[in-house]
């Protein structure tokens, strides 16, 4: 009886036995998609490739419409050959496209073998609403192109006559010029191109905290997509206790982005930058460190530091402007002992900009103090915190990460209503718990629609071709 009851069915039951297979199967399914996204990204980003696609997009309505013009060298069969050709080449890139959705998808939704799902973190929705519009514009273009073709065939091979001729060489021409329009808007950046950070070009932050406790640490993990993000917790968690005693896993993990970016500017060598990183952590954390199979490692983390400089120049230009000071003997705290550097970038696009300010306090005690935000025509005009700074203390002045630690650094969002724009200024005072003044300081941005150094379209772009650029001078 006992070996007929372990025999009988149990029909509510999970079959056990079939789920470790269902999970490698659909495993080898999202691999499957993985190289096929690798291999037409690549096909994509050949050398000269999106060149050739822009200017055969414009050569395509340009030949067809040549047509209207009864010019003399103008012929529907290079028209139809100039629009196949685009036609063809706008293929890879439209598989690209889809995959790497698809590919997007499982790695941030779907909990299976070799991924996580990701949705608790901000920006999911953005990276994949994104896929999903570039995908739908490259299949715009892409059959405007075939549509074109289709027309010009007619044309050539059917006795159309002059006005329905004239309204199918038309009809290519307003097709042709709307797979300009889309080729102009896609080919200024192909995402995914990153095989160890795909997903990070796609992101934008969106949230962050008003108060930098670790400088670098908090902006770099803001700006890291949620996959990266999800690694990147991973990979403290797993030197947390790796760190040598008189050191916290977060001051050594500053301390080490600190040497990096110094070594960065070229101020000191990686050896020099290594000497120092090994001073915070264990042989065990400077294996993991140096394993090039690792996902998170020296190079990629300063690939990681790339993307974030090219995010927030302003936070990096504070930080530089810190360290000349110190080493150039020029830190010097005013009258009042307190010391106050803020950036704005010049230009802001879309009525949006990102203020960051950077308070030592050189007195004899920790003071809450009042920073009030005065933003002419803004969203809100004032805004006014009321945040604690410890003093700095002077063994703390000897180094960079002394200096970062000790210092209140604020990032502050700005926003002007869609209809300002021109020069506007941002008054930033800070006072003390008494009510005094201790320091008031004035910049001044211009608001502007169109793209600029500063914007967040070039931003995103730029930081894409950091991390590109960075991978491809370590390959070599």
């Known amino acids: 009886m006992k070996g007929t009851r372990e025999a009988l069915p149990t029909p509510y039951a999970e079959d056990i036995g079939s789920l470790p297979n269902e999970s490698k199967a659909f495993s080898k399914r999202i691999a499957r998609i993985e190289s096929q996204r690798k291999f037409w990204t690549w096909i994509s980003t050949i050398r000269y490739t999106p060149s050739i696609r822009f200017w055969f997009s414009i050569a395509a309505p340009v030949s067809a419409g040549v047509i209207l013009t009864n010019w003399e060298y103008s012929s529907v069969e290079y028209a139809i050959i100039i629009s196949s050709i685009l036609s063809f080449l706008l293929l890879p890139p439209h598989f690209s496209s ?21 949705e608790a973190y901000p920006g999911v929705e953005r990276i994949l609403n994104t896929l999903h519009e570039r995908v739908l514009r490259e299949r715009v273009r892409l059959f405007c192109s075939i549509l074109s073709v289709l027309a010009l065939f007619a044309v050539w091979e059917i006795e159309t006559g002059y006005v329905l001729g004239q309204i199918l060489v038309s009809f290519s021409v307003i097709l042709g010029f709307i797979s300009w329009l889309n080729t102009f808007y896609l080919e200024g950046s192909i995402p995914m191109r990153s095989n160890k950070f795909p997903l990070l070009s796609l992101h934008a932050p969106t949230l962050h905290e008003s108060i930098l406790n670790r400088v670098l640490t908090d902006v770099l993990v803001a700006h890291l997509d949620p996959e990266t993000a999800g690694n990147w ?8 206790s790796q760190v040598r005693d008189g050191q916290t896993s977060e001051s050594a993990l500053e301390h080490l982005l600190t040497v990096l970016h110094l070594n960065a500017r070229g101020l000191i060598t990686m050896d020099e930058a290594m000497s120092s990183i090994r001073g915070v952590y264990k042989i065990s954390a400077i294996d993991k460190l140096t394993d090039i199979s690792s996902k998170i490692n020296i ?55 990102d203020l960051f300010v950077m308070v030592h306090n050189g007195g004899d005690v920790d003071m809450t103090i009042e920073v009030e935000i005065v933003t002419a025509h803004g969203e809100p005009e004032v805004q006014t915190l009321r945040v604690p700074c410890k003093r700095t203390r002077t063994k703390e002045i000897i180094s960079l990460d002394g200096l970062l630690e000790s210092a209140l650094v604020l990032w502050i ?33 211009t608001l502007t629609s169109s793209l600029h150094p500063e914007s967040a379209g070039v931003r995103m772009a730029d930081a894409a071709e950091e991390v590109r650029r960075l991978a491809l001078s370590v390959s070599e």
């Open 299 to 353: 190079t990629s983390i300063q690939s990681l530091l790339a993307h974030t400089r090219a995010w927030q120049p302003g936070l990096f230009r504070l930080i530089d402007r810190l360290h000349d000071a110190s080493k150039n003997g020029e830190l010097s705290l005013s009258k009042n002992n307190w010391r106050t550097d803020l950036d704005l970038p010049p230009r802001s696009s879309d009525g949006q900009s």
């Open 233 to 240: 917790d991973e990979w403290t968690d797993s030197l947390s």
């Open 98 to 118: 889809v995959f790497a959705k698809m590919s997007a998808r499982h790695r941030l939704q779907l909990r299976v073998e070799g991924f996580k799902s990701k």
């Open 413 to 445: 969002g700005l926003a002007w209503p869609s209809t300002v724009s021109g020069p506007h200024p941002v008054q930033v005072t800070i006072n003390g718990e008494d009510g005094n003044t201790l320091s008031s300081t004035i910049v001044q941005t």
